[in-house]
């Protein structure tokens, strides 16, 4: 069984991965193939949809990097972990945290919620 | 459209309820028929599931209360409340957080997260 730490792992480094066949790799790492992603900003399903919010996020904020907040925890297939995304050396700018729903060691859903976002 | 502090303060308050009769009002105000509720500790389904959770902490916990703590989020029909548990006139023994789906309103699903406990 894929211990919660690796399965968050696993998320955050599809996140941050920029080269697309690397990402491919690591979204089936990370998701199956019928993930469901949602959160309050933008929604996606599949490796194809995780991808192409990924994409969006990483051309929007080229400098940030996304890292694991704390430790994950969870529950029978419930995981929940949490995440700051900022300047690689710098103060997170973002902050959320993330319930998922686990299938054979992979994220099968999805639901973000934001912690810390800059006033608009 | 229920707002989500409302949602939650059902939630809340059928929680904090031990007489049957008006708890099985407050239980069809907070959740649908068919909820589902899940946590590290306990799961149960449907009202009477519902009701034989709460009666079970209620007996273990006879002069504690929830409150709701900060403020409920969400997006679409997904809801994140956080609580706390503990006597009245005290310090929380412990909190938590809880991640629903809402139909029409009400709870249909509920996982719920431990956000602190005492050391066992």
Redesign the interface.
């Known amino acids: 069984m894929t211990d919660l730490k690796t399965i968050a792992g696993n998320y955050i480094a599809a996140w941050n991965e920029a080269a697309p066949s690397a990402r491919e790799a690591l979204l089936s790492r990370a998701f199956t193939a019928d993930i469901r992603y949602?959160?309050?900003i933008m929604q996606g399903e599949g490796h194809d949809g995780i991808a192409a919010l990924i994409d969006g996020v990483q051309q929007q904020f080229s400098d940030f990097r996304f890292s694991l907040r704390g430790e994950p925890?969870?529950?029978?297939d419930?995981i929940?972990f949490s995440w700051s995304f900022g300047p690689a050396d710098g103060a997170s700018v973002f902050e959320g945290?993330d319930?998922g729903v686990i299938e054979n060691g992979r994220l099968k859903s999805v639901?973000g919620?934001?912690d810390k976002a800059p006033a608009q």
């Open positions: 949602r959160d309050p925890d969870g529950f029978g419930a929940r945290t319930i639901t919620f934001l």
